[in-house]
Each structure stands twice: as structure tokens, then as C-alpha cells.
């Protein structure tokens, strides 16, 4: 492919290519730095068809692009999909993979990403430009355990996250973020009221969960 063959040495330096044995995907990290300029709005939702008991998610990306052009993908994620330390994590790859996918069509690459395949699910997700933080497994639990002390889950705390990156450029995840950034976040919910709590949880549920 003619763009990634042109880009390839630029992302490669930012991590933006993976090797699943021994062949190259670009993953999510590349597809960012390729649509760097071009999107106007991107917006990802949770499908109804979702089973969260179950551990299965469904997502759907809707992009629009600068000159007005729109795209979408969908993405699935549940153990059976993922391997490696995000097995955990089915409603994030599914989000991810719904971008992903979303990505793709707007740039126009046929390739599947390395977030697509099973094997390449656990990946450094740091977008360009970005100091790398340490998103372990054991870092995620403890942000995990830090935001249910303020009474959030963190699928909320995402949300918000994508809610704030429109209006204050936040990242919209916290894996995403440098462990600064995290700390930010958690000094913001410390700084809510519990009636500020529950208007987010009842937006939540309206735009993520499908409630009235």
C-alpha cells in the first residue's frame, strides 16, 4: 500500500507499526498519525447487542472528516477475540478495534491492523508524539481501584474522558495518558460534587448504555 509504504519509516519510529510473526501491521497509534489534520469529529458508542455480563461488547466509530466526509467501522471484543494481558479488556479492544476500522476507511487502507488480530491485541497504544507511560496491568488496577473510591467504573471514566477531549483536548483514555495526566484526571474527580457524579453517570447511560 502506497501510504504506508511512504510513511513507513516515520512510524516506525513512533511505535505505529507492530510485527505479528515476523510480517508488519500498522496499529492504532499509525492509523492516528496518518489522520493527523483530517478529522473533524470522531465518536464511538456501545451497540445494544452488547452482552457486558458475558464480557461481550460491540462498538460502532463514526468519523467526520474536515471536508465533510463520513466513515464508520465496527468493532467486537470478548475472550474468545483477544489474547494476551487485554483478554481482560474486551470492552476497550472493541472500542478500539470499532476506530480502528473506522480509520481505515477513511484512509482508504485495506490492510488489517495489528489491534484486529487476536495476537496483536496487547499493544502500546500511545498516540505520536506522546512520553510513554507505564500502563501495566498493575497500574491499570490501581487507577481502577482509585476511581471506585470516588464511586466511578472506569468505562465511565472513559467516557468522560472522550466527552473532555472535544472541549480541553484530553486524551480520551486513560491508557493513553501520562501518568501525570492520570493524576489530573483524578484530582478532577475528587474536585466533583456527587450531584455532578450522577449527572455523568446519567449521561453515560443515555449515550453509551441506550437509557432514556
Not at 468493532?75 to 470499532?98: H, L, S, T, W, Y
Request: aromatic share 6%; proline share 6%; glycine share 8%.
Amino acid at each position: 500500500m502506497l501510504l504506508l509504504a511512504k510513511h513507513f519509516p516515520a512510524l516506525r519510529e513512533i511505535n505505529g507499526i507492530t510485527e505479528l510473526n515476523r510480517k508488519p501491521y500498522i496499529n492504532h497509534v499509525g492509523l492516528l498519525y496518518l489522520a493527523q489534520g483530517r478529522i473533524k469529529r470522531k465518536t464511538t458508542h456501545m451497540l445494544p447487542i452488547s452482552d457486558p455480563e458475558k464480557g461481550d461488547f460491540y462498538f460502532v466509530c463514526l468519523i467526520e472528516t474536515v471536508d465533510g466526509q463520513e466513515f464508520n467501522g465496527h468493532g467486537n471484543g470478548n475472550a474468545r477475540n483477544i489474547k494476551g494481558v487485554a483478554k481482560d479488556r474486551p470492552f476497550e479492544m472493541a472500542e478500539v478495534r470499532a476506530q480502528n476500522r473506522a480509520l481505515r476507511s477513511m484512509l482508504a487502507i485495506g490492510e488489517t491492523t495489528a489491534e484486529e488480530i487476536p495476537e496483536g491485541s496487547d499493544l502500546n497504544e500511545e498516540p505520536p508524539g506522546r512520553v510513554p507511560s507505564q500502563w501495566t496491568d498493575l497500574e491499570r488496577k490501581r487507577f481502577a481501584a482509585a476511581i471506585s473510591d470516588h464511586g466511578l467504573s472506569m468505562d465511565i471514566v472513559v467516557y468522560m474522558c472522550q466527552c473532555m477531549e472535544k472541549s480541553a483536548g484530553t486524551p480520551p483514555h486513560p491508557r493513553l495518558m501520562t501518568e501525570a495526566e492520570r493524576q489530573q484526571v483524578l484530582r478532577f474527580l475528587s474536585g466533583l460534587s456527587k450531584e455532578n457524579k450522577d449527572g455523568w453517570v446519567k449521561d453515560f447511560k443515555r449515550d453509551v448504555g441506550g437509557a432514556p
